[in-house]
């Protein structure tokens, strides 16, 4: 398969973590005779810093017309003023508003393996295999009116929490398309004793799972949501809920599996077309020394592969070489390792656990 892949390192450990990413996709593309064009782009910090703008137009361009996108993470210290003008996150921010990617996939699954470095009991994590999808270009991240005004000499400032029906119903719709294919469950997440927002999410989650009779629909406040996330995490499949309030559980859940590091997503939309990105941000106090973990964004290429390019048993063996890499006590500092690889160290053991393994 012939592809372009564009890869949008950005800042903070970003860098060091796609390119364990990329050294996963080109062993992948020399595996499997595929050809894979790598052009690299700048976004976030990197980009305000070479180009004025955290998402220069040649970066969007570059994305627009790819098979798929992998970054690294935006955002650091030295962006960090309130008063700036522009922000690292407002590229990432653009990139998803401009490409329409509407949903972000953040699959969490506890492997034995890790099992020991979450701060819950094995018990209750023992089967944990969850997918949170959050709605990504919508709600209080893109509605207006916002801003900052001075109301009656005090300083003010107004975020709106706005969805319309089609904004919900399609990425509703996309989670009972996952559940059906999982475990047939899709709970709903929202705040309806509150927000009228939630009010009409949960009369169009109601809509749409009547289209999907195998699958159960539920329905769950916030606050109660993100209790019955470390209380009982196993009672989730599909977990659908708006912009924020998946970017908080999607957090919370990392607990789960011992290490944010591990946690990849997919930001994408109805066409092939994603965005693929470790959920970990851009970890500023370790960055530069090499010790990242880079499973995170390993697991996104292994997202990447299955759902930009159709490459399911690439994906999987991807999956499979990290498990076995795991399994062969391959441990980066978050994942408690003494000694621990290096960022560098736990690419390479993920890309030879690949190369014993015959292709099919
Ligand atoms: C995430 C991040 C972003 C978000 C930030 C960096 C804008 O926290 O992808 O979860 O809030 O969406
Ligand atoms: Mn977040």
Redesign the pocket.
């Given at each position: 398969m012939d592809a372009r892949i564009v890869v949008l390192p950005g800042d903070g450990i970003g860098p060091e973590v796609v390119a364990e990413g990329v050294r996963l996709l080109r062993a992948v593309a020399d595996r499997h005779g595929h050809h894979f064009v790598l052009e690299e782009h700048p976004i976030g910090g990197a980009a305000i810093a070479a180009a004025g703008s955290p998402l220069p137009e040649s970066t969007l361009h570059a994305c627009r017309t790819a098979a798929a996108v992998l970054l690294g993470a935006?955002?650091g210290p030295p962006w960090d003023d309130p008063n700036a003008p522009v922000r690292p996150?407002d590229g990432?921010?653009a990139l998803r508003r401009e490409l329409g990617l509407y949903a972000n996939l953040r699959p969490v699954k506890v492997l034995g393996e890790l099992m020991e470095g979450s701060p819950l009991r094995p018990e209750r994590l023992q089967g944990v295999d969850l997918l949170i999808v959050r709605e990504l270009t919508g709600g209080l991240?893109f509605g207006q009116p916002r801003g900052r005004e001075v109301v009656d000499g005090q300083r003010t400032a107004v975020d709106t929490l706005k969805y319309s029906e089609e904004e919900i119903r399609r990425v509703v719709q996309l989670a009972f398309e996952f559940a059906a294919q999982r475990r047939k469950l899709v709970t709903s997440v929202d705040k309806a004793n509150v927000l009228e927002s939630s009010r009409l999410w949960r009369q169009v989650a109601q809509e749409v799972s009547t289209s999907f009779p195998g699958v159960r629909l539920e329905h769950q406040l916030v606050d109660a949501a993100a209790m019955r996330l470390v209380s009982n995490p196993r009672a989730f499949d599909v977990i659908v809920t708006e912009n924020l309030f998946g970017?908080i559980l999607?957090d919370e859940a990392s607990v789960l599996v011992g290490s944010l590091g591990m946690l990849p997503?997919a930001s994408i939309r109805a066409d092939a077309l994603g965005v693929y990105e470790p959920?970990h941000?851009s970890a500023p106090d370790i960055a530069g020394q090499g010790i990242a973990n880079p499973l995170g964004a390993i697991l996104s290429v292994s997202m990447l592969l299955r759902h930009s390019l159709g490459l399911e048993q690439e994906a999987a063996e991807v999956e499979l070489a990290v498990e076995a890499a795991l399994a062969g006590g391959a441990r980066t500092v978050d994942l408690g390792g003494a000694p621990a690889l290096t960022t560098a160290q736990m690419g390479e053991a993920v890309v030879s656990r690949l190369a014993t393994r015959a292709p099919a």
């Open positions: 935006v955002g996150e990432l921010l991240y970017d999607s997503s959920v941000g």
